[in-house]
């Protein structure tokens, strides 16, 4: 049986930049950065941080009693879904529910659940917890409650392999699709990683840039002579993916076509990934799309500004394309959005789509001083309009998890 194709029809989100996918492109596109200076208040303390946050609640369309059910992270998930259906103009009530599913990817889930949950109990360990706290904590819960609000009885999948969790949850969701076990399937991630303990625990693994005081929105800065770390952020993104001629028959917009996936495991190191992954995962992605390397036009990469994974990622990207890579176009968005670590690879697989239906490349911002090291083209600063057929995103996760997602451009 032929492989069925994959079109992207919604998008959805709920990010620093606001909710609106155009919009959120453009202050990409332009070079403006989310990341700043906040404190965060949570029962397990009170902490400063840099970061990429949201301050205003983003889901007043969701009902009050599904909100008191879910963790913050469940509510991202359930705003960006609502979004993508509406983008997708899904007319759920008339669909076949049964062939219709959930895919999501989360590294951390209810944190903020559970911290609180732990806060109140050794507070008072005789004090009784919320009967919902088991259901706000759950992994599972952003695409339970989406599989509940929509009624959809297809197949319902969480992802957790850290910061490559939604890539693999769309990957999979598209395969749901290509093997004939689903026909329209939510696909994305979320996080909310602004809970006490998230924070310094990754602040413990040095992984973090320290604020750069004369910019703060600059911290984080991919592929720069004088990058120190990442920078952290919160948000959720869910692509509506569905079998492409159902798509074209009811004349649904089509944004871009999953062409191709692949996810390995990088068995050198829990914490510091090798070039063999990295290039494993590019590679089997490609082969999956049957898409020749010279024929890739933009990549987004992982982009942590960590000095090893940008090295590696680079020194990956040149074995895998050869001396097309230094014809390619690369850019980490994580400079303006920051690392969303379970939703990062769907951001981000959502902003590689809108580079391909816009034909215009974002860049890789505060790329003022590139690292001599460094030599791919990053798009550096200020977005780029470009002739863009086909293009990779990549997630590589802490654990190990590597994994590449190739589109091509609806028309091409």
Request: with cysteine; proline share 5%; aromatic share 6%.
């Amino acid at each position: 049986m032929s492989r069925r194709r994959v079109a992207v029809t919604g998008l959805g989100l709920v990010t620093p930049h606001g909710t609106d996918p155009a919009a959120v492109f453009g202050a990409l596109f332009e070079g403006r950065s989310a990341i700043r200076a906040f404190s965060r208040h949570t029962e397990a303390g009170r902490f400063d941080a840099i970061g990429a946050c949201i301050d205003a609640s983003s889901w007043d369309a969701i009902p009050k009693e599904l909100l008191a059910t879910t963790d913050r992270c469940g509510a991202l998930a359930l705003a960006a879904a609502e979004s993508a259906i509406a983008d997708a103009r899904l007319d759920l009530p008339a669909e076949d529910t049964d062939r219709l599913g959930v895919s999501i990817g989360t590294s951390l889930g209810g944190a903020l659940s559970q911290e609180s949950a732990y806060a109140q109990l050794f507070a008072d360990p005789a004090s009784r917890l919320s009967p919902f706290t088991l259901v706000r904590v759950m992994y599972n819960g952003p695409a339970a409650h989406l599989g509940m609000r929509y009624r959809l009885a297809g197949p319902n999948l969480t992802h957790s392999e850290t910061c490559a969790s939604s890539a693999v949850a769309i990957g999979e969701a598209a395969r749901k699709i290509q093997h004939g076990e689903a026909d329209v399937m939510l696909a994305g991630g979320t996080e909310a990683p602004f809970a006490f303990v998230s924070v310094k625990a990754w602040a413990a693994l040095h992984v973090l840039a320290p604020a750069r005081q004369e910019n703060v929105a600059a911290t984080c800065r991919p592929f720069s002579r004088d990058r120190n770390g990442t920078v952290l952020g919160e948000g959720a993104a869910v692509l509506v993916l569905e079998e492409w001629s159902r798509a074209r028959s009811r004349n649904a917009q089509i944004y871009a076509e999953v062409l191709g996936y692949a996810v390995v495991n990088d068995p050198h190191h829990l914490t510091q990934p090798s070039v063999r992954a990295q290039a494993h995962a590019m590679s089997a992605a490609l082969s999956d799309a049957a898409l020749d390397a010279p024929r890739v036009d933009y990549i987004n990469a992982h982009g942590t500004a960590t000095r090893r994974n940008d090295e590696t990622e680079t020194a990956a990207i040149k074995q895998v394309l050869g001396a097309h890579a230094h014809r390619v176009a690369v850019s980490s968005t994580k400079s303006m959005h920051g690392h969303l670590v379970g939703a990062a690879g769907a951001l981000e697989a959502l902003v590689t789509v809108l580079a391909l239906h816009n034909q215009s490349l974002p860049p890789t911002a505060h790329l003022d001083v590139p690292d001599p090291a460094l030599d791919l083209d990053y798009v550096p600063t200020t977005g780029r309009r470009s002739r863009v057929h086909h293009a990779m995103s990549n997630s590589f996760a802490v654990g190990g998890t590597a994994a590449t997602l190739v589109f091509r451009r609806a028309d091409t």
